[in-house]
């Protein structure tokens, strides 16, 4: 594995909390690895299990999604839906052989700005160890 | 291996419910071009009848057809699987159960076929099959059988997979992938498979590329699982017509032990209750956002 | 007088091929027979039924690039797809052979598709006489035959001992110029089909019976599932579109079948073919009359293939058989 | 042996000109890269050609343009699919690759000396443009000429800046007609088939050639058959899928014949003949 090897990450943030919360990492100059590539998504529910597939097929060393926390959701239930087909998705990955670290959801509310910063930078440092997910 | 007293309660059933005009077409079964493996049968007329038959070479699953079969009321030859997939069919409206007489089949186990060869070996869903009379339907054909049968394991081969590295579990798939011709067989003869327009076919935007290679096949098995979580019966029927041996059930049957883990939910039981994925409970975690 | 070579001398004889050639050849994979690339002459099979893909995949495969297309700051160039090995392709039987005969008279004819010429062109076929053919097969109905080598390079027939050898072509002859060969007095054993089918009237008693309600009733049993025309011999539907990637983008063309909804629905919406009874008399009226009254010949070798593989037992044996008296019954009325 | 070019690479091609006819169909002037293939590239009106846009696919379009004006090579199309959609977002100086020219023609030899009637509904006037162009510049060689267009509405008529010069061709008439008309629109507000029977032509030593929707020819042959047409003098041209256009991927076929090979031009006499009939 190279040295300087630096994952590639597709962020799906929910437009409300999340990717406020990105921004809010951000206006406080809080910084975050520049691995991830964010994608906003109005609600964690619009997060189709095709996206996630697709990221995978297409090379993304791990994928990352934040929604609101339960109970917040701008949509009053988006995120409680969206929570089962993650926990699935998340299975099936797994039985593929991509490992559960490469798959990360997580909460993240508008003013946890520097909770995203720490989940992204742990994030990226755990999927540098794993190396690229397609060898070779 | 017929038994004639099934049979014959069939083709009466069929004759009369196509006499009386309840029905205008039964979905079937008829012995096939090789002399002993069933094949599907759509009887129109009542002299007609004497083509049904019914064995442990039955393994089709009908209620596939049900969706080209709306404009008229028809019956249909269950098992006790296929019997689950139309409470899928009807929860998710698909049919109207009206349209639909269901002559139920008391079932021990179907064998694994394949053209011009007759097998003895139960195919292996049937091992752990522990619903042998079916949870719906209009006349029941066969007796009562034991239920009280201890609750399946999960399949050993399933388990199996779920113990290996991630190296050998990309190891193996890629292997399985790598045969897909995108035939869509899988996809034709799944009861769940309805949609008019499948993701794999949408161009804008492109899902799935048109290459024939192992990412994309990857891409379209793993999503037409995932489609399937929750709303799969265990049918096994993808995995019998795929041409090139991928064991796609092992997808499958992989989704449905996460599904009853999580949700503790089983498809097909009732029509009444709701599909997992259109539903949800507040304060489950699910491992997930933590 | 036949050549014939032992066991021994021609697996040596296709290792020594192997060193500037690449030997596709039968093999066992996950318990199913399949042509593969062989690196070694103890991979082989010798001993199969029909593989579940016929040798098509070889020259027209599932999915291949036409060309090459880059686009780099502005510019746009093309670059034709090379194929720069030589292959032998081992092991074909006289159906899959007949299959090959048949695809040249679509991609051979004017104008060329030059990427399944250059295929055909670098590839020896060494056929093997089939000593057991399948319930399923009736090549003697299609006109070949299980020991066939009217469309082959070279063909094997297996006796005791070793293979009675047939230098067919030039292209042959000049491959088994390096192979040990000796004379023996044994001859080509005769093989049939064990299926025979009376095909000769069939073209035109498919001519009266389009509107039948016959084919309705069978294609209530399809699922439009696209098996039987990817493990076809001869058919040779195919789509075209683009596959791009950061670097490059490719002109792909992949499978297709007549039986799949989309097939001939156009930008806009507009299927000529929407029902699933009309997209399955084009596959039995393509293969029996439309591709006999353009090329003279079925398009269909009798390899069997659809017939063991269709999940439904659509069963092209069964409408050849029935398609005269169809013909019959409509006289009759008329 | 004699290398054959691969048929399936395009004629690499430069966007000249963009304009648009309608809300949704564009006029592409196209110029092939290499003179020496641009010179030979030789067409008749009714033929095809497969136009690339590189990056997401190819798909047949009818050659718009007469090849004898010299202009260049022009293709009308409708934003309806991915590849059209990929074309429109095209502007001049793209590159974009020709396939091409494809399958059979008009017989404008056989046309000569009679009165000609072009029946176009939409993006059907498409293949009939160079028909047109060709009788409006070789006008003694032809008899009357008659021109039915129509759309959806007055917005939809495409080749709108061409209705005059047709119209003051010698022995030409022109019909404009509109599914539905605005408060501008002064013509006809009928459909084609009604039109026809309006305007009631003679089908004495007359060809009729019909572009457009299947449900608008559909009904105009049963029209055109009422006032006396016989099959062999009404033409149309078939328009099925198709992805080769050298007879080899099969979508266009239709009982023996390949639309792109053995068409796309058919008189209803011939098509009468298919056994499938779409």
């Known amino acids: 594995m190279p040295v300087d090897f630096q994952p590639k990450i597709i962020g799906f943030l929910c437009n409300w909390c999340s990717y406020a919360g990105a921004d809010m990492a951000g206006t406080s100059r809080i910084t975050y690895p520049s691995n991830i590539r964010i994608i906003r998504v109005p609600c964690s529910g619009r997060i189709d299990p095709l996206f996630i597939a697709k990221c995978f097929t297409e090379g993304a060393d791990g994928v990352f999604i934040a929604g609101c926390h339960p109970g917040d959701c701008h949509y009053i239930e988006g995120n409680y839906y969206a929570r089962r087909r993650f926990a699935l998705m998340g299975d099936l990955i797994e039985y593929l052989g991509i490992e559960k670290e490469r798959y990360q959801v997580r909460w993240v509310s508008a003013s946890e700005g520097k909770k995203f910063s720490q989940i992204i930078s742990a994030f990226t440092d755990k999927l540098a160890a794993l190396g690229p997910r397609i060898k070779g | 291996m017929m038994d004639k007293n099934i049979v014959k309660q069939i083709r009466d059933k069929a004759k009369e419910l196509l006499s009386n005009g309840t029905i205008k077409c039964v979905l079937g079964y008829e012995t096939g071009t090789d002399g002993m493996n069933a094949r599907p049968a759509f009887i129109y007329e009542p002299e007609d009848v004497d083509r049904l038959i019914f064995d442990n070479t ?65 195919q292996m869903r049937c091992k752990i099959c522990n619903q042998h009379t079916p949870v719906i339907y209009d006349f029941l054909i066969g007796g009562p059988v034991d239920e009280s049968a201890p609750k399946a394991e999960p399949p050993a081969n399933v388990t199996a997979m779920e113990g290996k590295s991630s190296g050998d579990k990309v190891d193996f798939w ?39 290679a192992t990412p994309e096949n990857q891409m379209w098995n793993t999503i037409r699982a995932f489609h399937l979580s929750g709303r799969c019966i265990g049918c096994g029927e993808c995995a019998r017509v795929c041409p090139v041996n991928i064991p796609l059930d092992l997808l499958n049957m992989k989704m449905e032990k996460e599904v009853g883990e999580h949700f503790e939910f089983v498809s097909g039981l009732s029509s009444e209750e709701p599909a997992p994925l259109a539903s949800f409970l507040k304060d489950e975690s699910l491992g997930i956002g933590e | 007088m036949n050549k014939i070579t032992s066991k021994k001398d021609l697996a040596s004889w296709l290792d020594g091929l192997m060193k500037d050639k690449v030997l596709i050849a039968p093999a066992f994979v996950d318990n199913q027979s399949v ?108 006109g070949t035959a299980p020991n066939n080598a009217d469309d082959v390079d070279i063909m094997l027939t297996e006796v005791v001992d070793g293979y009675i050898v047939e230098a067919v072509t030039d292209k042959g002859k000049a491959l088994l110029s390096v192979a040990k060969l000796s004379n023996s007095k044994l001859s080509v054993p005769k093989i049939k089909c064990p299926t025979e089918l009376q095909v000769k009237n069939v073209p035109e008693a498919m001519k009266s019976c389009f509107e039948d309600d016959y084919w309705a009733r069978i294609a209530d049993r399809c699922i439009h599932c696209n098996i039987c025309a990817y493990v076809c011999p001869v058919c040779h539907c195919f789509d075209i579109r683009d596959y791009p990637t950061s670097e490059k983008t490719e002109r792909i063309r992949c499978w297709d079948s007549c039986q799949s909804p989309g097939f001939t629905c156009a930008a806009g919406g507009h299927t000529p073919r929407p029902t699933k009874a009309s997209r399955l008399r084009q596959r039995f009226y393509h293969k029996l009359l439309y591709f006999p009254e353009r090329f003279e010949d079925f398009q269909c070798t009798g390899c069997g293939r659809c017939v063991a593989l269709c999940p439904v037992n659509i069963d092209i044996r069964e409408i050849i058989t029935d398609v005269p008296k169809l013909g019959e019954k409509s006289a009759t009325k008329a | 042996m004699q290398q054959k070019p691969n048929p399936f690479i395009p004629y690499m091609s430069t966007i000249k000109s963009v304009a648009d006819l309608t809300s949704d169909v564009k006029l592409f002037n196209v110029e092939l890269d290499d003179p020496t293939v641009s010179d030979g590239f030789n067409y008749h009106p009714g033929q095809f050609a497969f136009l690339s846009a590189y990056g997401i696919g190819e798909a047949p379009f009818c050659l718009t343009s007469a090849a004898h004006r010299k202009a260049g090579i022009e293709f009308a199309i409708r934003a309806v699919g991915t590849v059209t959609n990929a074309l429109h977002e095209l502007e001049e100086g793209a590159k974009v690759g020709i396939r091409g020219p494809f399958g059979n023609s008009f017989p404008m030899e056989d046309y000569k000396g009679k009165d000609i009637i072009i029946i176009g509904g939409g993006i059907g006037m498409a293949p009939l443009h160079p028909v047109i162009n060709t009788i409006v510049d070789h006008r003694a060689d032809y008899g009357n000429l008659l021109i039915i267009n129509g759309a959806r509405s007055p917005q939809d008529l495409v080749f709108a800046d061409e209705f005059d010069v047709w119209a003051k061709a010698s022995k030409a008439n022109v019909e404009l007609t509109v599914d539905r008309g605005d408060d501008d629109w002064k013509g006809r507000v009928a459909l084609i088939p009604d039109v026809v029977v309006d305007l009631n032509p003679s089908p004495k030593n007359t060809m009729a050639i019909i572009c457009g929707p299947p449900i608008m020819i559909h009904f105009t042959l049963i029209k055109l058959k009422d006032l006396g047409f016989a099959n062999d003098q009404i033409v149309t041209t078939l328009e099925n899928k198709m992805k080769c256009g050298l007879g080899k991927c099969g979508r266009c076929n239709i009982g023996d014949k390949y639309i792109c090979v053995d068409g796309p031009v058919f008189t209803f006499e011939q098509i009468s003949h298919f056994i499938e009939q779409f």
Not at chain 2, 62 to 74: A, F, H, Q
Not at chain 2, 178 to 207: H, N
């Open chain 2, 58 to 122: 039955c393994t089709h699953n009908l209620s596939t057809y049900l969706r080209d079969k709306r404009e008229n009321p028809v019956a249909i030859v269950v098992k006790p699987c296929d019997a689950r997939a139309i409470n899928v069919l009807l929860g998710e409206r698909q049919i109207e159960r009206e349209k639909v007489f269901i002559i139920g089949i008391v079932c021990q186990e179907v064998v694994q076929v394949s053209w011009g060869e007759l097998s003895h070996d139960a």
């Open chain 2, 174 to 212: 890629s292997g399985q992938f790598s045969k897909c011709v995108r035939c869509y067989a899988c996809r034709a003869v799944c009861m769940g498979c309805y949609c008019t327009v499948c993701f794999v076919d949408m161009l804008d935007p492109e899902w799935v590329g048109i290459k024939i």
């Open chain 3, 35 to 142: 042509f593969k690339h062989v690196a070694n002459v103890a991979e082989i099979t010798f001993d199969f039924k029909n593989t579940a893909l016929s040798v098509k995949e070889w020259f027209f495969p599932a999915t291949e690039p036409l060309f090459t297309i880059h686009q780099k700051d502005g510019d746009t160039t093309l670059e034709p797809i090379d194929i720069e090995n030589e292959f032998v392709l081992f092991g074909i039987r006289p159906c899959d052979a007949k299959g090959l005969k048949l695809l040249d008279k679509v991609f051979l004819g004017a104008p060329t598709d030059t990427v399944y010429a250059e295929r055909r062109d670098k590839t020896t076929l060494v056929g093997l006489s089939c000593l057991e053919p399948s319930p399923q097969c009736f090549c003697n109905s299609m």
